[in-house]
C-alpha cells in the first residue's frame, strides 16, 4: 500500500528522493508495484515515470531502449527487432503492455520476467542516472543497484536470436523463457548464448548449457533437450512440477536455438 | 493532494491520499463504471480507463500518476443517454450479458477502432486481450466490432446476429434488443455496489487460518475499541442455529449444518469473527486485533481421507431428522461442544463418520448384464474442484428500512434468500425485503446464501446499512465451488457394441458444509445415464465431507463431471471394442419415442416417472457434427509435434425440477396501452427478462418497449423459485405466457362489452389494438376506460406454471483438437457445439449462453483447478494463478447451431439452452485428445504435465 507518493523534477532529484527516504522505491508504470500482492506494506514510492527517456532507436547494431518505454511502445517501433518484439508480445495482455515498462520489468526482479533472457543473449547493458558506469545486463540482474535510464542491445548481423515463452494460458506470466543467440562458422555453432528464466532466482545465462554445444555441429532439436535437460533445477511450485517444467524448459532451450533468426 | 484530470472532456481538481489508486477515486467520485474483478490485482480489465489514449487498468495506477491526463471512460460515450457506435454494436450482436465487464470492452473496441478502422481478428483479440468475462466466451464480440467498424463508413449496416425461428411470431425466434442492455453498455448504476447509501458502514470478516480447528478463545475487545468500529460479531453473540446455505427449496435436500459463526472451523476461510465499522479499511484493522486462541485438529483433505477408518470427524455434533429416522447403525448423539446437523429427512447420511449423503439405485439387473457382455472395461476419472468466479464477487448492501430488513442482493434465488435469513435472524419474512439487482455473474455460486445471512443479521442488530463484499480470495475460498468427483464407469457390451450394463459409482466431496451435497453429484447421474438405453444400469453415489473449500451449485451441477466420466468411458469401451466412437454412440443413444426407464430411478427427492421421449434431434446433430468435421478422416498437421484429433459427445440436461418447482408472473395494462410485467425470475445476465418480456409482447400484439420489467423483487413480484435447475425460460417464461394469456382473456371480455361483439369474433392486433368484425378498440382505451371505472375491472393478469412434465435439451459436441506430443500442449482447432434449446426465444442471446458456457468448461477441462496445500490452504486463490480462458483461449473455429425441437409445454415450444453447455467439452476434449495422441485423459484440467504423464513421457 503506498502512503507516501513522490514527484521528483527530473533524475537527479529522484535519485536524492530514493536516497534520503528510507525503503523508497522507484514507479514507473507500476503493473507489479502497485498490485494488490503488496497492499497490505507500506511503501514510499518516487514517481519516475515522465523523467527517463522512453523512446526507442536504433543505430547500426545497437537498439537503444528508453527505460521508460512500455513494452507496447517497443512493440510499436519499427526500430526494434522481431525477437524483442515476439518476447514484449508474450505479455499477451495489452491493458498491462500498455503501462509496463522496459526497465520495470527488469528492475522486479522476478525469475520468470519477460524480456531479461533477450537482454541477456543480446549483450544488454544498462546506464544509470546520477553518472554511474554502465553494467552488462548479467551483472545488473545478479544484484540490481540504481536508477536504471537506459538498455543498449547489441544485435549482431551475423547472428541468430531465439525467444521462447511457456505460461499456462496466452495472458498468463511467463512460467518458463528462455532465449538463445549464436552463429553459425564453418558450420559448427559459435558464441552460442543462452539465457532463460523461471530457472533460477533470476533470470541468468547458462553457460553450462552454452558449453554443451559450442564448437559443434548444430545438433537436432531432441538431441539439444535431452543434453540440456540434466542441467536445470526449477522448483515445484502452483505453476507446475519440477519434473514438468524441467522437460518443458529443455524443449523452450532448443527452440530458442532452433527457431533462432537474424535480426535484420 | 490535489489530482488534475481532463475526465471526460471536463477538467477536474480532486483531492486524494497518496496511495489512492485511479480506480478508487473514479468511484468515490461517482463514476461507477468503473468495475473491479480481481481486487487490484491487475488481472481482469474491469476497472479499464483510456488513460493519455491508451488502455489501462485503473486499478494499477495512483490517482496521482494521471496528475494531468485525460481519462476517458464509458460515460463519455454516454452523453444524453445516447449510445456510441460500439454501445449500439455490442447489443446487435447480443455481447451483454451481465454487463459487468461490458463499459471495459466498450472503451477497449473504441480504443481500437481509433488505431485501426477495420481491425483483424488479431488486432481485434489483442484489444480485448486484458478484459476477462466468463459470460459470453468472446466469440460474438468479433462481430460486434465487425458491426461497429462497417458503420464507421455505412451508419445503416447491420448484419443478422443470429439465424430466425418460428416464422408465425412477431418476437419469439427474433433478435430483439436485450432489455437491460442499455443500461449495462452505458455503464449505469444496476449493480449491488451502485446502491450503497453515502453513510452505509463495512463489514469485513476474520478468516480462520486453520483447516479444521476449535475456537479456544476469541477476545474481540481491542477490536471493539479501535477508532470507526460499530461491532464485533462472534459464535459468542450470534444466533445460536443451524441452517443451511443452499438456495433450494423447502425442505432442502441439504442437512442444516451451518451456523452463522461456528465455534468450530472448518476450511481454510472459514468464518470467525465479522467487524462492522464506518470504513472499510477500519474494518480491516479491527479484524486484526481479533485475537483467537485455536485448538487445531487434523484436517480431511480428501474423499480418501474422509472415508478411511479413524478419521478425524468434520461434524461431530447432534444429527437429528425433522422427519424419517436415521439410517441404520449411524451415530446420533453429538460431542456435545459441536453445532447440530439437521437433516429436513433422511438422506442416507452418516455425518459422523463424514458422509454428508448418499444413494443408490438403477434398474435390471446390472450383475446378469455385465456376466452377458463379451467386453467388460472399468475407468475411474476424477474432475478436481474449480471455481465459479463471478467478475462480481458476492456482495450485498442490507440496511433496515421502515422497520423492515432490506436486502440489496447479487443473486440467483431472492425468495430463498428472504426464507433463509429470516429464519437464521429469527424474524418473520414479511419483515424481509430481498432486491435482486443486476447480478455480475452467478453461474450457480450465487444460488447460495453466502453473505446476505451476516450481513441482514448485523445490520438488522445495529440499524446500520451494512455493505459486505467478497474480496477475490473469499470469493475462491469461501464461496462456492464446483465439487470434486470421483466416478468409476464400469461398461459391459456385446461384441457388436450393444451395452447390456453400466454402473457408476460416484463419490463427492462436498467440503466442510453440506449444500447441494446429495443433487449436484446426483445429477451428474441422472443427465449423463439416460442418454443411453441400456436394460441394466445401477448407480452409487455418496458425498463426504471434508475441510476444503464449501462446493455447491455451479452451471451444469454435477453434469459435467457425470459427462465426462460416462462419454469418456463409451469411448474407451469403443477402442476396447474396436469400433468408431461414433457408431458405439449411435447404437446405444436414446432416441426419439424411447422409452427412458432408468427415469425411474432418478426422482429428485421423490419416486421418479419412466418417460417415453417424443422427438429427438440428436440424430441430426450427430449427422450434422459428421459431416462438418468429415469424421472418420482427420487432417494431419504439417508439424511433426503436432498431432491432431477428433473427438464427439452427446450431452443433455433439464428444464427445471418437474413437481418440486414453480414460477408466477403478474401483468399490469397501464392507462397508455404499455405493460408493467412482474416477474419473479431472477436474470443474473442470462436475458430471461427479455424472455418474459418477448412473451408478454407477443401475446399482447405489442412491441418489445412497451412491456417494462420488474422482477426478483419479494415485495413486488410474486414468488418465483430462482435462476437454477435451468428452470429461467420454462419456468419463469412460462409464468410469463401464463400471465399475458390471462390478460389477454380479461382484455378479449371487456373489449366484447365495448364493441359489442362476442369474444370469439375479437383478436389482437399490432400494436395492442382489439380488432372485432364489427370495430376496433385499443388496449389503451381498454386501460383507461378500467381506471376511470367504466364497464371493467383493473386489467391484470396473473400466471402460475408448475409442471411433472420433462423437458430434455440435448446436444452434440464435436472437437478436433492438436496436441504437441513434445510439450503437450493442446490447441483446440474446432470446436461445434449442436444443441436444441427447442424454439430459441431469443436467438442471438441463446448463442452466447451456449458460447459462454462452452468456454467456461473448455477453461475447466484444460486450466482451471483450486490447488491445495498440505494444511488445506488454496495456493491460487487469485487470478494470478487460477487461469480462466481470456480471448486468446478462444477456439480457432467455434461454431454453435441450433437443432430445435419444440416441447409441447415449453414457452413457445422453448427449453432450457445454458447449462448443457457445459457437459461436452471435457469428454469431447479427452476423447479428441487420445485421438490425436493415444493417451487417455482421465482427470481434469488436462494440463500439459498431465498430458505428457498419460503419454508415458513424464513420470
Known amino acids: ?256 536455438i532452433m527457431n533462432a533468426e537474424a535480426q535484420p | 493532494m490535489t489530482v488534475n484530470l481532463e475526465l471526460n472532456g471536463r477538467r477536474v481538481a480532486w483531492d486524494c491520499a497518496d496511495g489512492e489508486t485511479l480506480k478508487e477515486l473514479l468511484r468515490r467520485k461517482g463514476v461507477v463504471s468503473v468495475r473491479d474483478g480481481c481486487d487490484g490485482e491487475g488481472a481482469c480489465g474491469l476497472c479499464a480507463v483510456i488513460l493519455d489514449r491508451k488502455l489501462v487498468n485503473s486499478c494499477i495506477i495512483l490517482a496521482a500518476q494521471a496528475e494531468g491526463s485525460s481519462v476517458v471512460t464509458v460515460e463519455h460515450f454516454s452523453k444524453d443517454r445516447k449510445l456510441s457506435i460500439v454501445q449500439r454494436a455490442l447489443v446487435d450482436a447480443a455481447c451483454v450479458q451481465c454487463g459487468y465487464c461490458t463499459p471495459a470492452v466498450v472503451l477497449a473496441i473504441h480504443e481500437l477502432l481509433g488505431r485501426s478502422n477495420a481491425p483483424s481478428d488479431v488486432e481485434i483479440r489483442d484489444a480485448l486481450s486484458g478484459t476477462l468475462c466468463r459470460c459470453t466466451g468472446y466469440e460474438q464480440f468479433y462481430a460486434a466490432v465487425r458491426i461497429a467498424s462497417m458503420r464507421l463508413t455505412d451508419p445503416a449496416y447491420s448484419e443478422a446476429a443470429a439465424p430466425e425461428f418460428r416464422p408465425d411470431l412477431r418476437h419469439v425466434g427474433k433478435d430483439r434488443d436485450k432489455i437491460d442492455a442499455f443500461t449495462l453498455v452505458r455503464g449505469e448504476k444496476a449493480f449491488v455496489e451502485d446502491r450503497v447509501d453515502a453513510d452505509a458502514c463495512h463489514l469485513k470478516l476474520l478468516c480462520s487460518p486453520h483447516a479444521h480447528a476449535w475456537i479456544r478463545s476469541i477476545d474481540t475487545k481491542a477490536a471493539l475499541a479501535m477508532p470507526g468500529v460499530i461491532a464485533v460479531f462472534t459464535h459468542e453473540n450470534c444466533p445460536d442455529k443451524v441452517y443451511t446455505t443452499a438456495g433450494q427449496g423447502f425442505p432442502e435436500p441439504s442437512p442444516h449444518d451451518q451456523r452463522m459463526f461456528s465455534r468450530k472451523v472448518r476450511h481454510v476461510g472459514d468464518r470467525v469473527a465479522a467487524v462492522l465499522a464506518e470504513t472499510a479499511r477500519q474494518a480491516e484493522a479491527a479484524c486484526k486485533a481479533v485475537r483467537v486462541e485455536y485448538e487445531v485438529l487434523k484436517p480431511v483433505l480428501s474423499i480418501a481421507e474422509a472415508r478411511a477408518d479413524g478419521a478425524p470427524v468434520v461434524h461431530s455434533g447432534e444429527v437429528r431428522y425433522v422427519s424419517g429416522e436415521p439410517p441404520e447403525g449411524t451415530g446420533v448423539a453429538g460431542d456435545g461442544r459441536d453445532d447440530p446437523v439437521v437433516y429436513q429427512f433422511p438422506l442416507h447420511a452418516d455425518p459422523h463418520r463424514n458422509l454428508a449423503a448418499s444413494v443408490s439405485s438403477g434398474i435390471g439387473d446390472v450383475e446378469r448384464g455385465f456376466a452377458e457382455a463379451d467386453v467388460v472395461i472399468e475407468r475411474t476419472y476424477r474432475g478436481n474442484r474449480v471455481q465459479c468466479t463471478p467478475l462480481e464477487p458476492h456482495v450485498v ?239 494431419v498437421s504439417d508439424d511433426p509435434d503436432w498431432k491432431i484429433g477428433h473427438g464427439a459427445v452427446i450431452i443433455q440436461q433439464g428444464s427445471g425440477l418437474p413437481g418440486l418447482d414453480a414460477a408466477n408472473a403478474e401483468i399490469r395494462l397501464l392507462a397508455d396501452g404499455t405493460l408493467l410485467l412482474l416477474s419473479g425470475g431472477a436474470d443474473l445476465g442470462t436475458g430471461l427478462d427479455t424472455v418474459t418480456a418477448k412473451a408478454a409482447a407477443e401475446i399482447l400484439g405489442l412491441e418489445m418497449a412497451d412491456v417494462t420489467v420488474i422482477s426478483g423483487d419479494t415485495d413486488v413480484t410474486p414468488f418465483d423459485k430462482g435462476a437454477y435447475a435451468s428452470s429461467g425460460t420454462y419456468f419463469s417464461g412460462n409464468a410469463a405466457v401464463k400471465a399475458a394469456e390471462d ?213
Open chain 2, 743 to 955: 390478460l389477454k382473456r380479461k382484455v378479449l371480455a371487456a373489449a366484447a362489452a365495448v364493441l359489442g361483439e362476442p369474444e370469439a369474433d375479437l383478436s389482437i392486433a399490432p400494436r395492442g389494438i382489439v380488432k372485432g368484425k364489427m370495430g376496433e378498440v385499443t388496449l389503451a382505451k381498454l386501460a383507461h376506460m378500467s381506471t376511470q371505472g367504466e364497464y371493467h375491472d383493473d386489467l391484470t393478469g396473473f400466471g402460475t406454471f408448475k409442471t411433472d412434465h420433462a423437458a430434455f435439451p440435448y446436444g452434440a459436441h464435436f472437437v478436433e483438437a492438436a496436441v504437441n506430443v513434445r510439450s503437450g500442449d493442446v490447441k483446440l482447432r474446432r470446436y461445434h457445439a449442436y444443441q436444441d434449446c427447442g424454439t430459441p426465444i431469443n436467438p442471438a442471446l441463446a448463442l452466447g449462453q451456449i458460447y459462454g458456457g462452452v468456454l467456461k468448461a473448455v477453461g475447466h477441462s484444460l486450466y482451471e483447478e483450486m490447488i491445495y496445500d498440505a494444511n488445506g490452504r488454496c495456493v491460487n486463490a487469485r487470478f494470478l494463478d487460477y487461469k480462466i480462458p481470456t480471448i486468446f483461449e478462444v477456439p480457432e473455429d467455434f461454431t454453435v447451431e441450433f437443432v430445435p425441437v419444440e416441447d409441447e409445454v415449453g414457452p413457445f415450444g422453448g427449453k432450457s439452452v445454458s447449462e448443457i453447455s457445459l457437459n461436452g467439452a471435457a469428454p469431447a476434449i479427452a476423447i479428441a485428445i487420445h485421438d490425436a495422441c493415444g493417451a487417455w485423459m482421465r482427470e481434469w484440467p488436462f494440463t500439459p504435465e498431465r498430458i505428457l504423464r498419460a503419454m508415458g513421457k513424464l513420470r
Open chain 1, 1 to 256: 500500500m503506498v502512503t507516501k507518493f513522490l514527484k521528483p523534477r527530473d533524475a537527479a532529484e529522484a535519485l536524492s528522493m530514493l536516497a534520503s527516504v528510507k525503503g523508497a522505491v522507484p514507479l514507473a508504470g507500476g503493473t507489479f508495484l502497485l498490485s494488490s500482492q503488496f497492499r497490505d506494506e507500506p511503501m514510499t514510492v518516487v514517481s519516475v515515470a515522465g523523467i527517463l527517456p522512453s523512446g526507442v532507436s536504433r543505430t547500426g547494431n545497437t537498439v537503444e531502449i528508453g527505460a521508460g518505454a512500455t513494452f507496447q511502445d517497443i512493440i510499436d517501433s519499427p526500430d526494434a527487432p522481431a525477437v524483442l518484439r515476439k518476447a514484449c508480445l508474450g505479455m499477451a495482455d495489452r491493458n498491462i503492455r500498455n503501462r509496463a515498462t522496459a526497465a520495470g520489468n527488469a528492475a522486479a526482479g522476478k525469475s520468470c520476467a519477460s524480456l531479461p533472457p533477450v537482454f541477456l543473449t543480446a549483450e544488454a547493458s544498462f546506464e544509470f542516472a546520477g553518472g554511474n558506469a554502465p553494467l552488462p545486463a548479467e551483472s545488473w540482474l545478479a544484484s540490481p543497484s540504481g536508477l536504471i535510464t537506459r538498455i543498449k542491445l547489441v544485435f549482431d548481423p551475423e547472428r541468430l536470436y531465439g525467444y521462447e515463452r511457456w505460461s499456462r494460458t496466452a495472458c498468463d506470466v511467463s512460467v518458463l523463457t528462455a532465449a538463445a543467440s549464436w552463429r553459425l562458422s564453418g558450420g559448427v555453432v559459435k558464441d552460442l548464448r543462452i539465457a532463460c528464466g523461471g530457472l533460477s532466482s533470476h533470470p541468468r545465462r547458462f553457460p553450462e548449457l552454452e558449453s554443451l554445444f559450442e564448437g559443434k555441429p548444430l545438433p537436432k532439436r531432441s538431441d539439444i533437450e535431452a543434453a540440456v535437460s540434466p542441467f536445470l533445477s526449477p522448483i515445484d511450485d502452483v505453476r507446475g512440477s519440477a519434473a514438468f517444467k524441467r522437460l518443458r524448459a529443455s524443449i523452450l532451450v532448443a527452440d530458442a
Open chain 2, 397 to 635: 448492501y442490507a440496511k433496515v428500512d421502515g422497520g423492515r430488513l432490506v436486502l440489496h442482493a447479487s443473486t440467483q434465488v431472492p425468495w430463498h434468500v428472504r426464507r433463509i435469513v429470516s429464519r437464521a435472524i429469527g424474524i418473520p419474512e414479511n419483515k424481509v425485503r430481498v432486491i435482486k439487482e443486476r447480478v455480475g455473474g452467478g453461474f450457480g455460486a450465487k444460488q447460495d446464501i453466502v453473505v446476505e445471512d451476516m450481513a441482514g443479521y448485523v445490520a438488522w442488530t445495529t440499524g446500520r446499512g451494512v455493505y459486505f463484499r467478497y474480496d477475490r480470495e473469499q470469493e475462491f475460498v469461501s464461496s462456492r465451488t464446483r465439487h470434486v468427483m470421483e466416478i468409476t464407469v464400469r461398461l459391459g457390451a456385446k461384441k457388436d457394441g450393444r451395452l447390456t450394463a453400466i454402473f457408476m459409482k460416484l463419490d463427492a466431496d462436498t467440503g466442510p458444509y453440506g449444500q447441494h451435497c446429495l443433487t449436484v453429484p446426483m445429477n451428474a447421474i441422472s443427465k449423463s445415464l439416460p442418454l443411453l438405453l441400456c436394460d441394466n444400469a445401477r448407480f452409487e453415489v455418496k458425498s463426504y465431507y471434508t475441510n476444503l473449500s464449501p462446493a455447491g451449485a455451479y452451471q451444469g451441477y454435477g453434469a459435467p463431471k457425470g459427462s465426462f466420466a460416462l462419454q469418456t468411458a463409451l469411448a474407451e469401451l469403443a477402442a476396447e471394442l474396436g469400433m468408431d466412437q461414433l457408431e458405439l454412440i449411435e447404437k446405444n443413444r436414446v432416441r426419439s419415442g424411447a422409452r427412458i426407464e432408468i427415469l425411474k430411478s432418478l426422482g429428485e427427492g421423490r419416486e421418479g416417472i419412466a418417460v417415453t421421449l417424443g422427438e429427438c434431434g440428436l440424430g441430426e446433430m450427430l449427422e450434422r457434427g459428421r459431416k462438418a468435421f468429415a469424421w472418420g478422416s482427420k487432417p
